[in-house]
């Protein structure tokens, strides 16, 4: 239950999710640039980064405007969750008992941690990239 908690940053940051959508979820952006002219994606260099890393992504499609968000807490990751199923289901429950105060220490460290998003729109106003600009020193090191 602990390790399912946090923001669904798959259910925020969906294909053509709007702009209210996303705000509604973070809070006001913490800086806003609106581009006089629609750019394609291919003129900005941080889409052009992360289109390497997502096929998906096509620098032909045209941006109407960037927003910057920070967001305070936790974030729901889909491989701790599925982790402590697994262990939790191979152990018959018993695991726990031994994982739930880890869980519950790494729940309270986050809950501290400030996220940073910077999210791209299309003209129309939905979502067409995100980026997290956050590191969480714990989640490096393992």
């Not at 052009?48 to 920070?70: C, F, H, N, P, W």
């Amino acid at each position: 239950m602990v390790a399912s908690g946090g923001k669904h940053n798959e259910q925020i940051f969906t294909t053509n999710a709007s702009v209210e959508t996303v705000r509604k979820q973070l809070g006001p952006p913490a800086n806003r640039v609106a581009y006089f002219q629609p750019l394609p994606a291919s003129e900005i260099p941080e889409l052009v980064s992360l289109a390497k890393y997502d096929s998906g992504l096509s620098l032909q499609t045209q941006i109407g405007s960037r927003e910057e968000y920070v967001f305070k807490g936790r974030e729901y990751d889909q491989r701790d969750s599925a982790s402590a199923w697994n262990l939790d289901k191979s152990t018959l429950g018993a695991a726990e008992v031994f994982m739930f105060p880890f869980v519950l220490d790494e729940a309270w460290y986050e809950r501290g941690l400030s996220h940073r998003y910077t999210v791209w729109y299309r003209p129309d106003g939905t979502c067409f990239a995100h980026d997290e600009l956050t590191s969480n020193p714990r989640r490096e090191s393992k």
